[in-house]
């Protein structure tokens, strides 16, 4: 990815987060959200991989997203009053924040050796991540399976009217 | 160089797009006229000249849409309303650029893909736009702090998410028939001949999803038999009723963008795509022994015609069941959705599944 | 990967600061995706795939979890109108 770009794509990326966390209005939070959702699938995209990036839109930015529109809409959400906890509490929140952001970007540096090595054929691509999941993560992809099983019977169960 | 032919490929693609949208709303216009046995909407003059009868109503239509006023009602999100027909409409307008308009056209040494963009994961990027498509649907059904919009706005979004999850899967059959999400690679491949003559398009190997994808598309334009969220005899114009003026406009043509999506998918995927039987690169190889050379422009040209021409047939049948059906009830629609295509495109999966285990040979 | 950790940041402080629990959700989300995008960055340094499939998955998990959170949520909503995160304590000392 081009420097320009990538320094765009991030500012517009950390731009949409804030949106998301300081917005007042819910419903121009999950826009923000959507947004940022986009953005970073397109980043995805940018880091060679390709069908991760387009999952990410049909999953997240598709479905998630509206899931939560759905219930903003339905418990009739307007904008909030008082929609943050009290000013001395978020100077505090500020502060750890920002030392948890430098203490994480530092621990995740990478030795600058394998910065070099060329990506494989196919990588990224649809058959790569299919093979890597039917024979080395199959038994985590059957897990998942259940807990999504699990997870349609709760949700169902929790959100059902009583009597 | 690159840049310029990818931009003449995607502003040709998308001008196509615009003229059968355009031609859509003529047949809208005419073909429900000789349905319900009248003539259509003739009235209109450009400069006292009325002779040209319909197509004057087709300039003047748009017209009166840009002419008038945008009235945005109070107490609306005013960024939300501007932005719901955005949202409608630009997803849609960008999945046509991994449509295969052609095989390839040979100019001098250059070898040029008639597709705008060659991602290999065509097939799940036209899914993910065609699910970014709902956003339009639900904020503007929300932006118009109007109660009877908000229920169309989300009965429609319920119901295209719902028929997103049948077409998605009626589209896992096609991916296991043809083993790649390429559409360009897909279109390539029906181009084979089933046992020397029958060329080997996807309504052959691919009969019941072709019913799910077809009926499912026609449930996420939201058209009739589907079209509750509209319903112009109960809810006003439901989701968009606060719409007007160039707004209303961009939904419309919205609903129009999607009918020709559908259209271009179904023939891509299930009829051949740019295909023109016996048509190989080079010329007509007919089964029969004879061929007919013919240089790569002209053969480029029968197959964007080809396209064009299967394209519009797409469009006109879904004009005509649009007239010809009653409207679903919307707790019929769900139960279609989820109880009927659902379990269906399911079964299809499993059946293809054992036919390329039991007959793998014959497949692509 | 420092933009990963940003946003990471940004997640955490949504979810201490806001008080309106659908909010406090959308802010999870942001992290999850924050550390979906270091597995890519990471994967893609490596050359190996793994930090794909492990994307793919997290992202399935937070799908379902996200579910199950908003059928909570309207739950709590229907038994006591509020959204409020300082309102929902009937479990605190």
């Keep these: ?56 839109v049909i999953v997240y930015a598709g479905a998630v997203v509206v899931l939560f529109l759905f219930v903003i809409m339905l418990l009739n959400l307007q904008a909030d009053q008082r929609s943050m906890v009290s000013p001395p509490l978020v100077f505090a ?29 196919g990588y990224g691509e649809t058959e790569e991540l299919a093979r890597l999941l039917f024979t080395r993560y199959a038994l985590p992809f059957e897990l998942t399976s259940l807990l999504l099983l699990v997870a349609i019977v709760g949700a169902v169960v929790l959100a059902r009217k009583r009597g | 160089m690159e840049l310029a032919i990818v931009a003449v490929k995607a502003v040709f693609i998308l001008l196509l797009v615009l003229q059968v949208m355009g031609l859509g709303v003529f047949f809208e216009r005419k073909v429900s006229a000789l349905i319900q046995d009248r003539i259509g909407a003739n009235r209109a003059s450009i400069l006292g000249f009325a002779g040209l009868g319909m197509i004057n109503t087709l300039v003047a239509d748009p017209v009166k849409f840009l002419l008038k006023e945008d009235v945005v009602p109070a107490g609306a999100d005013r960024v939300l309303h501007f932005l719901a027909p955005c949202l409608a409409v630009i997803p849609l307008l960008v ?46 059904g929300w932006a118009s702090n109007n109660r009877w919009s908000l229920l169309g706005g989300v009965r429609g979004s319920a119901q295209m998410i719902s028929y997103e999850i049948a077409m998605g899967l ?53 058209r009739i038999p589907f079209d509750l969220p509209e319903s112009e005899s109960e809810l006003v114009s439901g989701y968009f009723t606060e719409y007007s003026g160039s707004k209303h406009l961009m939904f419309m043509m919205a609903d129009f963008v999607e009918v020709v999506l559908v ?72 139960k279609l959705g989820w109880k009927g295509l659902l379990p269906l495109a399911l079964v299809n999966v499993v059946l293809t599944a054992l036919a390329i285990l039991l007959w793998g040979e014959h497949v692509a | 990967m420092g933009l990963s950790a940003l946003l990471f940041a940004i997640g955490v402080f949504g979810v201490l600061v806001r008080r309106n629990v659908i909010v406090i959700f959308m802010a999870i989300e942001i992290m999850l995706n924050a550390v979906n995008l270091a597995f890519v960055a990471i994967a893609r340094h490596r050359g190996s795939m793994d930090g794909q499939v492990i994307v793919f998955f997290v992202m399935t998990v937070a799908a379902a979890e996200a579910a199950v959170g908003l059928a909570i949520i309207i739950a709590m909503f229907r038994n006591r109108e509020t959204t409020n995160a300082d309102e929902l304590s009937s479990l605190r000392w």
């Design chain 2, 95 to 140: 999945t046509f650029a991994v449509v295969p308009f052609g095989d390839v056209l040979v100019l001098g040494e250059r070898v040029i893909n008639l597709q705008a963009a060659a991602l290999n994961a065509g097939l799940l990027y036209i899914l993910a736009m065609a699910s970014l498509g709902v956003y339009g649907v639900i904020i503007a």
């Design chain 2, 263 to 334: 259209a271009v998918l179904v023939t891509t995927l299930f009829f051949g795509g740019w295909q023109l039987p016996w048509l190989a690169r080079d010329g007509f190889h007919f089964p029969w022994g004879g061929s007919l050379l013919l240089p790569s422009v002209v053969v480029a040209l029968l197959q964007v015609t080809s396209f064009a021409v299967k394209l519009i047939f797409f469009t006109w049948l879904q004009i005509v069941v649009r007239w010809t059906l009653p409207r679903f009830r919307y707790d019929q629609l769900m």
């Design chain 1, 1 to 56: 990815m081009s420097p320009v770009g990538f320094f765009v794509l991030a500012a517009l990326a950390v731009a949409s987060a804030l949106g998301v966390v300081l917005n007042r209005n819910p419903v121009h939070g999950a826009c923000a959200l959507v947004a940022h959702l986009f953005l970073l699938a397109v980043f995805f995209v940018g880091l060679d991989a390709q069908l991760v990036g387009v999952l990410q």
């Design chain 2, 170 to 222: 009626a589209l896992v059959g096609t991916v296991l028939t043809w083993q790649t999400l390429d559409l360009q690679a897909i279109a390539r491949a029906q181009g084979e001949l089933l046992w020397g003559w029958l060329p080997a398009w996807g309504i052959l190997y691919q009969p019941l999803g072709f019913v799910i994808f077809a009926v499912a598309g026609i449930a996420e334009s939201k």
């Design chain 1, 93 to 121: 929140a500020a502060a750890c924040v920002g030392a948890l952001a430098v203490l994480i970007s530092g621990g995740l540096r990478e030795p600058e050796a394998a910065a070099g090595t060329a990506l494989p054929q």
